[in-house]
């Protein structure tokens, strides 16, 4: 099997050298454990998704870390909390050597309390996601044509699914949610009914790219909004919703407050919304599914560049709103994402209505690049608008 190169590779690689533990943090089967084991195939490998080897992790974790000496990798390491307090006290009688620890989670809340607590300093933390554009379009190059996106939408940021073309992506879509989403939740929180919180998914899924609304959510689930609000939180913090907030800057207008929602992962919205390969082109939703597309590739590439620039959204109750902003100190960069191949410039009207409010209101921020993301094949800048797709110069 061909391992997919990974382009946050290299910064593992760099981090490794500089700090005794690594944390790499990120939902399931997105290629956490593949690419940790090929980039260190030295490190001895164990998992705590073994319920014998969590047990024995968190209950004697002397006895766990003398079995396991480091170089060490400790799969879905949040499963043992009690661990990291050991971790620490290893790091720290031996604070020379250099990535002796690589741990990976699954559960970030859980998984970022341990690291706080007990390895604040002695860690390098990265986010993880599934592939990005960038990396499956070294194998798999769209066109014009909407049809060669179908598989970024099917097949999604799953290495696995891109590893074995033959597999059926609905059939894996369906394990995913039965296998992984509902067994984390279960261990995170009671979930009375499994098909309330399913419906609860199919819900968020509808309404990826839109903003927060958890009464309407609760309502159409059938549940309390502060169910809606814990069940929401779980899923943030199993990297499966994202909850993008609006700008908040300096323009004195009467700005939006509530955040937009996506989902992590387009193909999982897809699969959920019941969009197959023969209805998707033609649903109504295809142009939310782009949009949670590429606020996906934004995030992926700014993880492989370790950026640490914040990205927003902007509404104001104007009704003016632009899909997203890429802050960098006082410059910003402004998004808005329109599923065609032959864009032009009269589709940035929102952001070169936003521009001159900050232009016009703004001391401090200036905005330095206004792009429009769309499938077109060719990239360029035109009368200060640059045209990008998600596979080039997005962030260039």
């Known amino acids: ?114 690291v706080v607590e007990s390895l604040a300093g002695r860690v390098a933390v990265f986010d993880f996601e599934g592939l990005s554009a960038l990396e499956i379009g070294e194998r798999n190059m769209p066109d014009l044509s909407p049809e060669s996106w179908l598989p970024y939408f099917t097949r999604g940021g799953f290495p696995e699914l891109w590893q074995h073309p033959e597999m059926p992506s609905e059939l894996y879509l369906d394990s995913y949610i039965a296998t992984y989403l509902e067994r984390d939740v ?14 609860f998914l199919r819900a968020c899924a509808l309404r990826s790219g839109q903003q927060l609304n958890k009464s309407d959510l609760a309502r159409d689930v059938g549940i309390s909004v502060p169910t809606a609000g814990e069940w929401l939180s779980v899923l943030t913090a199993l990297g499966q919703v994202h909850l993008l907030e609006p700008w908040f800057g300096n323009l004195n207008k009467r700005l939006v407050k509530a955040p937009k929602l996506y989902l992590a992962e387009p193909a999982l919205m897809a699969h959920l919304c019941g969009l197959r390969s023969d209805t998707l082109l033609q649903s109504p939703l295809l142009g939310a599914l782009w949009e949670t597309f590429v606020f996906a590739e934004l995030r992926k590439q700014l993880s492989f560049r370790g950026s640490k620039n914040k990205l927003w959204y902007y509404r104001d109750q104007s009704q003016l709103e632009v899909d997203f902003i890429l802050e960098n100190g006082d410059q910003l960069e ?44 060719t990239t360029f800048v035109s009368q200060g608008l640059a045209y990008v797709s998600p596979l080039r110069k997005l962030l260039g």
């Open 186 to 199: 279960r261990q995170v929180l009671a979930v009375g009914s499994l098909r309330d919180f399913e419906r």
């Open 334 to 377: 402004l998004f808005e994402c329109k599923w065609t191949a032959s864009p032009t410039a009269d589709l940035a009207g929102n952001m070169n209505k936003l521009e001159r409010h900050f232009l016009e209101r703004s001391t401090i921020h200036r905005v330095v690049a206004k792009k429009l993301v769309s499938r077109a094949d």
């Open 1 to 114: 099997m061909n391992l997919i190169p990974r382009l946050l590779g290299p910064q593992l690689l760099e981090a490794a050298r500089h700090f005794p533990a690594l944390v790499l943090a990120g939902p399931r089967q997105t290629g956490k454990t593949t690419l940790l084991r090929h980039l260190f195939p030295e490190h001895r490998y164990v998992t705590l998704d073994r319920p014998l080897l969590a047990e024995q992790a968190e209950e004697d974790p002397e006895a766990f870390l003398a079995q396991n000496p480091p170089p060490v990798l400790i799969d879905e390491v949040q499963y043992a909390p009690g661990l990291f307090r050991h971790l620490k006290l290893r790091i720290d009688d031996n604070r020379q050597a250099k990535g002796q620890f690589i741990l990976t989670g699954s559960q970030k809340f859980t998984l970022m309390q341990g």
